[in-house]
């Protein structure tokens, strides 16, 4: 590798010159567009910032936005939705991100910008994951409301529910016990409760649950359960498509409907 | 007498800028007022004297443990192997060197990680992978770039006595017009350097230039203790042990006398954060090492 030995081709004060005078034209429509853009950061800071964590160190708020620049969230999550698609081969960890980084014409230091142990990227696809869910059973029930479709008894929604969820994670299962693990660390604990609580809470609000005493913490906890056990039941599962997950599935569910319904009973 | 004092003070305040103006931009060394041409001739000679003696004082002074704050700032910067680092002010190469060791372990792994998946190959893959890069640094450089002489010199015969030869290379340049590319670098990384740079500001719009897009910008500085109690015994040790060591040691009180004057005259972390965020870097941080006495501010170019 040759270094050039190029001297400026302006001198320097002159380039310095110049860039403060592009500078300034730049802070004048910065400072306006800035002001818009602080307006409607806060609707995109919350959803943001639960899946950060905690950090150690100080992290600047708005970062630099300029000309047709994205912000530093927008930038975040394209990279690391393009590293997704490494982590087949690296696993949850920098070196995806890396990849991720390089395809999208970034230097891969880029990943820096990420924790070293790939909590980031676990936590994005997860909440990937949530949302895409959200959207399915949003697009079920406009289906219903439209009459197109039936509605469905409730253990079988919370099945069909619970399954298209955790088949998102087939793509990635040789990987996922590793995520698995990660999530469980304590400093990501609470983002990655929080992520799983709010998805349980969709899956209930979709089914229709309307309670209002005890029952509301119940149901959560039981489905929350129910998810949690039949995730690592296809950790370990070799059958054709997963049959036997499924099949545990239906089980836990109909056992969660009769215990609900002997507690009506007694 | 009260309303005397102000119109003294301004009075001299005006002899000072009328000199000032026919010298050039006034800037500090230490806690002398200089000239900017001034500042960096006495910078140069500072450690010209001292570069001889660089390591001996940096472990004498910090009790050894600048080494800790160097491994910190390689491990922050994870690089992986194929990564080109920019380790400006290096000098005697030991951001460089941590630099080499660090990606070799890594690409060590890597390799081993291979040679396990080896084991499902076919015959075809397994000699199509014997064409692959198997270099023991997987294409990762750094360039050391100082502004002095003698410390390049120090620092190639450390490279030489340790056995560092491949993916070093050493350019003398000025931090502040760097002779190089725009968008070469992975990183950037300026140890105990940036407080020597007279001209903060172009130094920083350098880096920014030679960065790729998505590039690190790494800044290991000392920078101002957070905890009162301990910015006391700092203090104190600063001023009362640390030029009497350089006396001992080097032969030269006045270098470092220069050394704890300027810590104090450099800005706070957050002022030193919102500068380079001034730079053009995004996603701008810092994390304090020792309570503060050092600081590590890390930015990336969008």
Known sequence: VRWQLCPPQRPLQASAVLRRVSDEHKKEPLASSSQQQFNSQPADHQPEQEPQGPDPSYTGQDGQESEDYESEEQLQHRILTAALEFVPEHGWTAEAIAEGAKTLGLSAAAAGMFQSDGSQLILHFVSQCNTKLSELLEHEQKLVQQGEAEKKPTDQFLRDAVEARLRMVIPYIEKWPQALSILLLPHNIPSSLSLLSSMIDDIWHYAGDQSTDINWYTRRAVLTGIYNTTELVMMQDSSPDFEDTWRFLENRVADAMKMGDTANQV | ?302
């Open chain 2, 1 to 302: 007498v009260g309303a005397e004092l102000p119109l003294s003070l301004s009075l001299s305040r005006c002899r000072g800028s009328l000199r000032g103006f026919a010298d050039g931009p006034q800037t500090h060394f230490g806690f002398q007022r200089v000239t900017e041409e001034e500042r960096r001739e006495k910078i140069n000679q500072v450690f010209d004297s001292v570069a001889k003696k660089y390591d001996v004082m940096n472990d004498s002074m910090t009790l050894g443990i600048h080494r800790l704050w160097k491994d910190a700032l390689v491990r922050k910067m994870n690089p992986s192997p194929g990564t080109l680092l920019l380790d400006v002010a290096g000098g005697t190469g030991d951001i460089a060197f941590r630099f080499i060791n660090y990606v070799r372990s890594v690409r060590e792994r890597q390799l081993q990680q291979r040679l396990k998946h080896h084991q499902n190959l076919s015959w075809q893959e397994i000699a199509e992978s014997y064409q692959e890069d198997k270099s023991p640094l997987g294409g990762s450089q750094v360039v050391v770039c100082d502004i002095n002489k003698e410390m390049l010199n120090i620092g190639k015969e450390k490279a030489q006595n340790l056995g560092y030869s491949e993916g070093l290379s050493w350019v003398l340049g000025n931090a502040e017009e760097l002779p190089f590319d725009d968008d070469k670098f992975d990183v950037y990384t300026i140890a105990f350097g940036i407080r020597n740079v007279t001209r903060m500001d172009l130094a920083l719009q350098e880096a920014y230039r030679v960065l790729k897009p998505g590039g690190r910008f790494l800044c290991l500085e000392f920078s101002r203790v957070t905890n009162p109690l301990l910015s006391r015994l700092y203090d104190l040790y600063s001023f009362q042990v640390i030029p009497v060591l350089g006396q001992v040691i080097a032969g030269d009180w006045k270098a470092y006398q220069y050394l704890v004057e300027s810590i104090r005259r450099f800005p706070p972390q957050e002022e030193l954060k919102a500068i380079i965020e001034d730079a053009g870097f995004f996603k701008v941080d810092y994390q304090n090492l020792s309570s503060g006495i050092v600081a590590i501010h890390s930015g990336f170019k969008p």
